[in-house]
């Protein structure tokens, strides 16, 4: 597997490549990962990894090589380009020494994509991404400086990327078009939805809540992952503005962190929370009156946040300040456990909140379809059975690999290695 994102990393892409990984690993086979250094969702790299340039670790019965990369601590079109582009350059110069039978990778790190399609063309075996986002489509609508240009070149890579590809996993269908738009036959697209990764809330929510320091018959909203662009959060700054009698909380981290408590301006009732560890997560998003995913207006995103299906394992309902036609607000809709209200509208969503505060039997109702819908499709044995089928699937059709040792550019690598390659 080629993921940029892998343990310890606790959001995003990086629990589901852990898993399948993991997984593998427990049914007996020999699972190797080439991955970056853990840097998601901070943007800054684990402190357990600063210095490090080349490193090889055992993970869960998984071989975990990482290569050094760059970090940007703040998105532009440049700084993205520059971590694509380390990503790809230290993937190329000290490759794992592996011999795959398939190659998975992990989009959208669009080097990740390369690295893998180049990796599995050496080897002569089955090559399958499987697209968690698209690059192209978030540059140009994320308002990244230089967005239009970093969007057609980025559409570029994917292209070539995809078009390699044996079969093509998609975490939704609502992708299915845009890869097929890239050149990839529909008939080698499948859907390989994303599941629930996170445990069921153990504790009585009254505990949490005291634990928090979230009073009784306070109405709390959370929002928990990443705090980027993408996720236009301003809106959940101004509803706390609006109504001092609303407890936001913004868990997690991220580049916009500091511009985001910089607009705060020190509101009492914006409280800005560090990760938990996660054996608190699942019972921290239950202590919750209300969860929330935002995205910016100009985002028409066909991608499924990681926080969404680990908010329907919690019981809680969910407001979606996104647009319509996006992924998130079909697969809200689709489990029935949240209400859509406008993305960067304070007021709508301070007004959906206030209702569901109001109304308790309803929250509690729409709350109880989240678990419901995790456990009928978004189940991790569902979730990786899929995964299985897919690999199973490209091993069953793949012409048989070349009988010849393949060229290895790792040899040719070594002399390269900086002088302090491990921790």
């Known amino acids: ?40 969702p901070a943007w800054e790299t684990d402190p357990a990894y600063r210095g490090v340039w080349r490193t090889e670790e055992e993970r869960g019965g998984v071989r975990v090589h990482r ?14 380009a520059l971590f694509e582009a380390s990503v790809l ?36 075996v089955p090559y399958v991404p499987i697209v968690q986002d698209l690059m192209g489509a978030a540059a140009k609508q994320s308002g990244i ?14 292209a070539y990327v995809l078009k390699r590809a044996t079969l093509v996993g998609v975490i939704h269908e609502s992708f299915t078009d845009k890869v097929a ?34 009073r009784e ?12 662009l993408k996720q236009g959060l301003e809106v959940l700054v101004e509803t706390a503005r609006l109504d ?72 809680r309902p969910v407001v979606a300040s996104v647009a319509a036609e996006g992924g998130t607000a079909e697969e809200v809709l689709r489990s029935g456990a949240g209400v859509l209200v406008a993305p960067e509208d304070p007021h709508a969503l301070l007004k959906a909140v206030l209702a569901l505060a109001e109304d308790p039997e309803s929250a509690d109702e729409l709350g109880s379809n989240g678990p419901r819908y995790a456990d009928a499709h978004l189940s991790r044995t569902a979730g990786l059975d899929r995964i299985d089928a897919l690999v199973a699937e490209v091993l069953d059709t793949a012409p048989p690999a070349p009988s010849a040792p393949p060229v290895a550019f790792a040899e040719s690598a070594q002399a390269a290695e900086p002088a302090h390659s491990d921790t």
């Open 244 to 315: 001092p009698a609303v407890r936001v909380v913004l868990m997690g981290d991220g580049n916009q962190r500091e511009q985001l408590r910089a607009l705060a301006g020190g509101m009492p009732n914006l409280e800005f929370m560090p990760p938990v560890d996660d054996a608190d997560f699942p019972d921290v998003l239950a202590a919750a009156d209300v969860l929330a995913v935002t995205q910016r207006a100009s985002v028409l995103d066909m991608s499924i946040p990681s926080k969404l299906t680990s908010y329907f394992a919690t019981g």
């Open 145 to 158: 400086s230089g967005g239009d240009r970093a969007a057609a070149a980025a559409s570029a890579v994917e």
């Open 217 to 228: 018959g306070q109405t709390v909203v959370l929002h928990s992952g990443n705090m980027g």
């Open 181 to 214: 738009a890239l050149g990839v036959p529909r008939e080698r697209i499948r859907v390989v939805p994303n599941w629930s990764h996170v445990a069921r809330p153990s504790r009585p929510r009254a505990e949490m809540r005291a634990r928090l320091g979230w």
């Open 1 to 40: 597997m080629v993921s940029t994102n892998y343990a310890p990393e606790h959001t995003g892409i990086g629990p589901y490549a852990t898993q399948i990984a993991e997984h593998w690993a427990a049914g007996g086979a020999e699972v190797a990962v080439l991955a970056g250094m853990p840097h998601y």
């Open 67 to 80: 290569r050094r990369h760059t970090v940007p601590p703040r998105q532009t079109a440049v700084r993205r």
């Open 89 to 124: 350059v230290h993937g190329l110069l000290a490759p794992p020494r592996v011999r795959p039978d398939v190659v998975v990778a992990q989009l959208p790190s669009l080097a990740g994509g390369v690295l893998a399609a180049r990796t599995a063309r050496r080897h002569g």
